[in-house]
């Protein structure tokens, strides 16, 4: 494993909870220097403890993602502390149970806020660190954590987050086009889950026991195996562009 100042540096955004969280825990294990963010920086602090102690070294932000100014101050620390950056997974997002017939305004503006306009965001900061002197097409590798709601519509209530999946699948071959004609080496990649086990749910149904009788109905992912699912994006050779992983429970239907 290469001396700690100089491996490469992995941002995960949403590395508070769930996917984000097991994916920083498994990068900090390949080797990778990490950029974490999120808004509750006290779940942060005890990652970056734990990271730390595995001698990792690590940066945490707390930084709402609807907020471009509070985007720009994260990777303006980022340039500070590490000056690269090799690495970006996208996976801040949520969903809201709001029904095109009759849900929010503000709810449906947070999910186009966090799941599309900050990942884009994050991802032209990214690609600008990515070119360097030695490479100045760029090289580097974005995972965007898109969903089976960018594939198909699960349910009637899959309101506006299905629709900020099917936008994350269209940046993900867009992006892909755009990297290929500026001749870059970056790759893009998605993985798009089924359902996962972690705070997702019970933030959708605003109900625990909802959260707890979805997740109650079989088997479903873990966060760990999303995190799997990035090693192995990771660990392809240079000429290797895995474009999207889906993966379900077995068990789930939709
Ligand atoms: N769980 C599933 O079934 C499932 C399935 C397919 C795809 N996905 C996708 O996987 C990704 C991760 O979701 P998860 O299941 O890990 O859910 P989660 O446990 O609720 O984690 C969501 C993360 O996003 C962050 N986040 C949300 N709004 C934010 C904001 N305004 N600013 C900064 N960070 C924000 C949260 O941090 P703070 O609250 O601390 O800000 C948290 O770290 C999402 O993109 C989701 O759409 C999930």
């Known amino acids: 494993m290469p001396s700690v100042s100089s491996r ?3 941002i995960v955004t949403g590395a508070s909870s769930g996917i984000g969280l097991a994916i920083a825990q498994h990068l900090a294990t390949l080797g990778y220097n990490l950029a974490l963010c999120a808004r509750r920086q006290d779940r942060l602090d005890v990652l970056a403890a734990e ?3 595995q001698g990792c070294n690590v940066l945490t932000q707390a930084v709402d993602l609807r907020d471009e100014a509070q ?8 340039d500070q502390r590490f000056n690269r950056v090799d690495v970006l997974i996208n996976s801040a997002g949520l969903g809201h149970k709001e029904p095109l017939m009759t849900g929010a305004t503000e709810a449906w503006r947070e999910m ?4 599309v306009l900050a990942l884009c965001i994050c ?27 960018g594939h198909r519509i699960p349910t009637a209530v899959a309101g506006l987050y299905s629709a900020t999946k099917f936008a994350v699948r269209s940046l993900t071959e867009t992006l892909r086009r755009e990297l290929r ?9 998605s993985i798009s889950p089924g359902i996962v086990e972690t ?13 707890a009788a979805t997740y109650s109905r079989h088997p479903m992912l873990q ?25 379900r429970p077995t068990q789930q239907q939709s």
């Open 8 to 10: 490469p540096l992995a």
């Open 51 to 53: 990271l730390e102690g």
């Open 71 to 78: 985007i720009l101050s994260f990777f303006a620390a980022i």
């Open 112 to 115: 186009l806020d966090v799941n």
């Open 123 to 149: 991802t032209r900061e990214a690609i600008a660190r990515m070119k360097t002197q030695d490479n100045p097409q760029g090289k580097g590798h974005i995972i965007h954590l898109s969903s089976m709601s």
């Open 181 to 189: 004609q500026a001749d870059s080496s970056i790759r893009i990649s």
């Open 199 to 211: 705070e997702f749910a019970e933030k959708y149904s605003k109900s625990a026991d909802e959260a």
């Open 223 to 247: 966060a760990e195996d999303i995190a799997k699912a990035v090693t192995y994006l990771l660990k392809q050779p240079d000429h290797v562009e895995v474009h999207d992983i889906l993966l």
